[in-house]
């Protein structure tokens, strides 16, 4: 038997920065991982697999159709599928190896198993036993499925099964318009399929602002994405190398591939928790306290796990906030400046209030908008779809709200973030001095607009 400080259970985001962090602050830290290869859900099969194919197939893409313009003549451009899969393993078995390299660096024990509870500070991993003074639940999540819908991994599975199609789709049929189902019918879609988004709302991307996801329909729309909004899904079946795809009051659509993205669940699989007492809530949730402290003394969750926004960097700074209130006696995350980005073309990010929400609970704000194609650099680079929104309150100017859609706004968001961070004022963000000729001066005119000055419309 061996016993540790802590014990953390999953080495996702939220699971090995919290083991790194905690080692750092000088506890005795075990780190145990049902797969052989450490990074979780994020590296071996989300945030990074997917990145890189949204890259090789936008580069694909950009040769193909957008360097003619520029006077650059690339002539039958074509696609290794094999390479580009490969490519995409590398960057994964890299990143993943890179962790093992932080776990020793930094003296966390690595087990590799699954964990289960045997009591609330003891845990069995194959044959051996581990105690902990604390143990940290980072399990992470799964896909959701719907029901009466048997996936064979094949002709219809979830997002790890379309990162790894060993040939491109004729028609993938993706159901869902959430994040995975615009990022992976995005990479199918430049590669040559023809993609068609079922979705049961009446509008793409649920929870982000309205007017930009309504923005981004008509770009991806524009792009050959096909979308049919408020349909609901009742069945799909396979019939031999086909799936059909059953609708509510509508004829059925026929594909060669399948993608499930409905959302993910939060995973408990094999933790033994009724073992401590441990009750999740209806849909699966562990509930924590705002310290991650769960029910059973001793036991807290972090991440996809606990609900919330399943993004990387919120588990990552949930992890972090978990392990310094256990040792330090605060931890705190501001879950307002956690950004949310969409990594399609252009990219969409925010962070913060939405319209949506700041009317719903009647907070008096004013709105300032920028569009791309007023900014030099955009014009520079090709790039002159989109906007920046920033919504800031009406009486006092703070920043509550930013929305881009456009060319890198997964990087522009980050000034944003600050922002909301440091309880910065719209004024704030137009005062700051913004390099030119760059595509963060927009968020500088649309702080401007905010205060109806923006100089360059
Ligand atoms: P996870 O990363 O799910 O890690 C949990 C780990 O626990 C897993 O490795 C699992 O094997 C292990 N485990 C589970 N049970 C046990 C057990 N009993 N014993 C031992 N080990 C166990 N988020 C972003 O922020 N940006 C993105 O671009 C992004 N892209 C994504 C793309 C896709 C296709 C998907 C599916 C997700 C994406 N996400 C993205 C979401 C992101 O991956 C998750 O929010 C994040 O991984 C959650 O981290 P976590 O540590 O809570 O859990
Ligand atoms: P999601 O919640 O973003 O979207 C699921 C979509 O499926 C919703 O629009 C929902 O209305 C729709 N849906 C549900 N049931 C349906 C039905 N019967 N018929 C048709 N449509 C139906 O979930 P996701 O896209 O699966 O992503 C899962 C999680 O992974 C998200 O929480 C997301 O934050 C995370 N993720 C993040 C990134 C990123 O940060 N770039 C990328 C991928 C995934």
New binding site residues.
Partial sequence: MSHFDLIV????????VAAIRAAQLGLKVAC????SA??????????I???ALLESSAKYHEAKEDLAVHGIKATSVKFDLKTMLARKENIVSELTGGIDFLFKRNKVSRYQ????FVAANEIQ?GEETLTAKNILI??????SNLPNVEMDDDIIG???TA?SYSKVPKHLVVIGAG??GL??GSVWQRLGAEVTILEYLPRILPGMDEEIAKEAQKLFKKQGLNFELGVKVTGVQKEGKEAIIQLEGKDPVKADRVLMAVG?KP?????NLEMIGLDTDKRGFVPVDEHFQTSVKGVYA????IGG????????EE?IACVEQMVKGYGHVNYRAIP??V?TEPEIASVGYTEEELNASQRAYRKGLFPYLANGRAKALGHTEGKVKILADAVTDRVLGVHIIGARAGDLIAEAAIAIEFGASAEDLARSSHAHPTLAEIIKEAALAVDKRAIHI
């Fill in positions: 259970i999953g080495a996702g985001p939220g699971g090995y145990v991982e049902k797969e450490l990074g979780g859900t994020c590296l071996r099969v989300g945030c697999p997917s990145k198993g699954l964990a289960s991993v980072a399990t992470g999540s799964k896909s979830d997002s790890t990162l994040v995975i990022e992976l993910r995973n408990t699989e094999g933790l972090i991440g996809d796990v926004a399943m993004l990387a960097h919120k588990a990552e992890g949310g980005v990594y």
